[in-house]
């Protein structure tokens, strides 16, 4: 993707540094949109899809490698039944109408989290999903459902002391590196950028390893209004921030 991203860096950067490689953001006010208009929370969630749309074909174009979409939480369980099966029912019906797209866009779908083990059919085209972009190399589309960080942190412990006690693997040999090895996100780029809707300044269990030195920026926008001018006025942000990562500036002394 290198010729799209060197001719729109300078557009859409403005603040002098780089883009953000790796980008995630939290989808938040879908049912405040809703209200605001007179609507059920629904047509909220269904105007949502339409942000998603915008923004991977924003995210595309301009030529950023990842980006993460927080799409279901494992605490949205917690959700009325009735909202629950709205929201499947719109993942499903997404995949089934853009998953062709995506692909002829070669964009690579992963998704993380725990899926849908009690939905074979959710299941099913999650992996369909994953397995037809796999071959890719465009934008990675990451897609968190059924997703939290302390469970994802937890299964990754889990799976070290599985090797610990199969003598495959010292317990010196745990190291963040080893740790961040068995994380969902393995192998995508470092975080650079979470971009959370709707004015919530919280994480939500989002990302929460994956976040320590990322960038953190909160819009005031509900995210079915999300769109590449959103988009661009975070990466904006994102390029006028200076990052340290606990040393001194850069052009410091
Ligand atoms: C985000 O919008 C979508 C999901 C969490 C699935 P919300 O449904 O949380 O919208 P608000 O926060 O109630 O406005
Ligand atoms: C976070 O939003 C989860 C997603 C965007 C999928 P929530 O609306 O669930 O977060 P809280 O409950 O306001 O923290
Ligand atoms: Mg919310």
Do not use: W
């Given at each position: 993707m290198g010729t799209p991203r060197a001719a729109d860096e300078a557009d859409v950067a403005g603040g002098g540094g780089a883009l953000p490689r790796h980008v995630a953001i939290i989808m938040d006010g879908n049912g405040r949109w809703a209200k605001a208009h007179g609507m059920p929370r629904f047509e909220g969630h269904r105007r949502g899809v339409e942000a998603v749309r915008r923004t991977v074909t924003a995210a595309r174009e301009i030529g950023l490698e990842a980006i993460t979409l927080y799409s279901f939480s494992s605490e949205n369980w917690s959700r009325p039944m009735a909202e629950i099966s709205e929201l499947m029912g719109?993942?499903?019906?997404?995949?089934?109408?853009?998953?062709?797209?995506?692909?002829?866009?070669?964009?690579?779908?992963?998704?993380?989290?725990?899926?849908?083990?009690?939905?074979?059919?959710?299941?099913?085209l999650l992996d369909e999903?994953?397995?037809?972009?796999?071959?890719?190399?465009?934008?990675?589309?990451?897609?968190?459902?059924?997703?939290?960080?302390?469970?994802?942190?937890?299964?990754?412990?889990?799976s070290l002391a599985v090797k610990v006690a199969a003598?495959?693997?010292?317990?010196?040999?745990?190291?963040a590196d080893?740790?961040?090895?068995?994380?969902?996100t393995a192998g995508l780029p470092p975080l650079d950028l979470v971009i959370r809707t709707s004015g919530e300044q919280r994480l939500s269990n989002f990302l929460l390893w994956q976040a320590a030195y990322a960038e953190l920026v909160f819009l005031p926008v509900l995210w079915p209004d999300f769109d590449r001018g959103w988009l661009e006025r975070a990466l904006g942000e994102f390029t006028r921030r200076e990052r340290r990562f606990g040393g001194i500036e850069p052009r410091g002394y």
């Open positions: 719109l993942l499903k019906r997404f995949i089934r109408s853009d998953l062709r797209d995506l692909h002829a866009n070669n964009v690579r779908v992963r998704i993380i989290g725990e899926g849908h083990p009690g939905d074979s059919e959710v299941q099913a999903a994953q397995a037809v972009t796999q071959a890719n190399t465009g934008l990675c589309l990451t897609v968190a459902f059924n997703y939290g960080a302390r469970n994802e942190i937890a299964r990754a412990a889990r003598g495959t693997l010292r317990p010196e040999d745990i190291t080893a740790l961040a090895g068995e994380l969902d």
